[in-house]
């Protein structure tokens, strides 16, 4: 059964679900406070500081375009180094959906009454169990998915943006000495917000032309959300000014812009607020699925090298061409780190950012092997 080839355009859109989760929200008020009317400038700042990984990953994928991390370090370095990189991304990308989900579900929960009486692991499990049974279908199905979560984050940033442009002030950007320092401190946290670009690696196979759409996919997606990122948190602060500094956290954020623009909506600024906050949570979800649905076939590519216990088994397909014992045992690691943190980001934060940074390493320097060559 021919597998359906992944286009440009869904190939973008599965780097930009994973992107687009729910830094750009977290991340609002925290740049607010630390680096001012500055805090928009973080993410190009950042971009800039990443350009050298995006240029190394897209020539990876252009030299091994029918690779994958796996494929990287073993035909550049060595089969050790290929299985590492691999295995490394696998662990900690779903120690990330982890954390996202529990994002979204924390979100839905206080939005949603009945949903505060459940248990939120509880909801996160039944979440995930969704995500694994659609990452089942062919992937044809997966992409259409992936599109609407597209369109549906898209809601809630264009709410913002526009709010902001309502809003406009040039009064509130002002700079602060204290902002430049502000400025550097915010960086780690924006790094975390960008990443996911590197998903066209993972299913580089599955994407038509793939020496050519891949890097593109990479290169347009990543640009897409250093623009709306640094976009949105910009012309929030220039709608609000330091007010935003002063908020809480990223709940309130929201509810601030609504009763800015609607001071007496009474109900319908609580319903507005609510579906905003629920169009929020899809959009961290959709984030979770995305690295699902890429992270499954680097599972498939490690069986297929007879790295797994049980190799020849897992690497049979389900009758939509997908390796269905691959998604379970995403699954299971899923599960187990959902049971061991109890939804404790710390730890998935510290294991969410280690796994990927050494497949980022790996992915380097055999891109300076490559180039040697």
Known sequence: MASHKL????????????????????????????????????????????????????????VHPSGGFYTYGTK?????????????????????????????????????APLAGISSIAINGA??????????????????????????????????????????????????????????????????????????????SHIENPSVNAPRSIFFSYGFVVLTTM???????????????????????????????????????????AFLHITIAFSALGGSYGIMFSNNWNVYTLARHNHLVGSQAIVQFNRYNIPYLCVLIEGVIYYLFLGISHGNQLPLQQIGAFGPTISYAISTLSTWYAMRR
């Open 76 to 112: 550049e370095i060595s089969p050790f180094a290929g299985f590492l990189s691999a295995w490394s991304y696998v662990v900690g990308k779903l120690a990330s959906a982890v954390i996202i989900t529990q994002f979204a579900v924390l979100l839905l929960q206080s939005v949603i």
């Open 127 to 204: 979440l995930s169990f969704c995500f694994l049974l659609l990452n089942l279908l062919d992937t044809k199905s997966n992409s259409i998915i992936q599109t609407l979560f597209f369109w549906f984050k898209l809601i809630p940033i264009s709410c913002a943006i526009a709010t902001g442009l309502f809003l406009f002030s040039p009064s509130y950007l002002t700079f602060q000495p204290t902002n430049l320092d502000g400025l550097l401190i915010a960086v780690p946290l924006v790094f975390f917000a960008l990443g996911g670009f590197e998903a066209a690696c993972s299913i580089s």
């Open 231 to 273: 976009t949105f948190q910009f012309l929030i602060y220039a709608g609000l000014g330091s007010a935003l500094a002063q908020l809480p956290d990223y709940r309130y954020l929201f509810p601030t812009l609504v009763a800015t623009i609607f001071p007496n909506s009474g109900s319908f600024g609580t319903l507005l607020v």
């Open 7 to 62: 286009s440009l355009r869904s190939a973008i859109f599965i780097n930009i679900n994973i992107m687009l989760g729910s830094g750009i929200f977290i991340n609002s008020i925290i740049l607010a406070k630390k680096a001012g009317s500055l805090g928009a400038f973080t993410y190009p700042l950042v971009g800039i500081f990443m350009l050298p990984l995006i240029l190394a990953m897209s020539k990876m994928v252009e």
